[in-house]
């Protein structure tokens, strides 16, 4: 069967420090249809996903290519955008845009934004509104609540260095280069709290769910819920497609499986459940 998803990520294991560091996990998405990649920072392992499509081209030039996911409250939507169609222009029409809000303290503190965490809902709905409106509209304008834009125009080669203050506002925002894929490349709304969910009715919007930190009685509730909802707004059952994220382990016997990794996804339960703000 095919694989829909495959992950790569960034390896910081050296065989020998004058080797060059690579992509693990791009062989192994060859000849699927789809690979994602991460957006985690200070872990020593996952990469900014923008530098690394140049990369895949080589890899997967038949594959779509997606971002699970981009933490929108750790830079400005804006850019965001620009960055992103760029790379929907490079690869041909061919990018999956999965977008988060982020939860872990240490990357917030790391970015100088630990002030911002309990406001980053709030900040992330305006940063999707605004990634949203800069795709689908040849100009765009936006006033909110976060930081304050008046009069850009971006192109690629007249880059901004947009400053924040106290709101999300700009007037007649026009993007350059549009993204290949119209109205917009397809968004995947990564979500593992119900206010998450409740998001996609807003805007009609996939979701990319994790058993992670509710049970599966609970995330299948919430994603029915969800669908039924899409559905109601007008969209139709086989355009739906909520992908799940899964922590998997291979191994000759379904005994080593079990056993190998035990220790280590008892820690990364633990993490996670530690960093999730209450």
Not at 127 to 137: A, K, M, R
């Amino acid at each position: 069967a095919d694989v829909e998803l495959a992950f790569a990520q960034h390896s910081h294991r050296l065989s020998n420090p004058g080797e060059p560091r690579r992509l693990d996990g791009v062989e192994f998405g060859v000849g699927k249809r789809r690979i994602e990649l991460g957006d985690v920072n200070f872990l020593g392992r996952v990469f900014d996903p923008c530098h690394a499509i140049g990369a895949l081209e080589r890899f997967a030039e038949r594959m779509r290519i997606g971002i699970a996911v981009s933490i929108l409250p750790f830079a400005n939507p804006v850019r965001i955008a620009e960055d992103y169609a760029m790379v929907d222009v490079i690869s041909n029409g061919r990018l999956d845009m999965g977008v988060g809000r982020g939860y872990q303290p240490r990357e917030f503190a790391m970015l100088g934004l630990a002030d911002q965490q309990q406001h980053s809902r709030a900040i992330f709905n305006e940063s999707l509104e605004v990634l949203i409106g800069l795709w689908e509209n040849e100009t765009f304008s936006y006033h909110g609540e976060h930081y304050q834009f008046d009069d850009v125009t971006l192109k690629t080669t007249d880059r901004l260095a947009l400053t924040a203050f106290e709101h999300y506002q700009f007037d007649d925002v026009t993007l350059t280069p549009r993204p290949v894929q119209q109205p917009r490349p397809p968004i995947i709304v990564a979500a593992i709290s119900p206010e998450t969910f409740n998001l996609v009715e807003k805007y009609g919007l996939n979701i990319m769910v994790t058993p992670t930190l509710m049970s599966l009685p609970e995330l299948k509730e919430h994603v029915i819920d969800a669908k039924q909802r899409l559905i109601k707004a007008g969209r139709t059952p086989e355009s739906l497609n909520f992908p799940m994220n899964w922590q998997m382990h291979l191994a000759p016997t379904r005994e080593e499986a079990e056993q190998r990794p035990a220790d280590s996804l008892a820690w990364y339960f633990n993490l996670v459940m530690d960093l999730v703000p209450k």
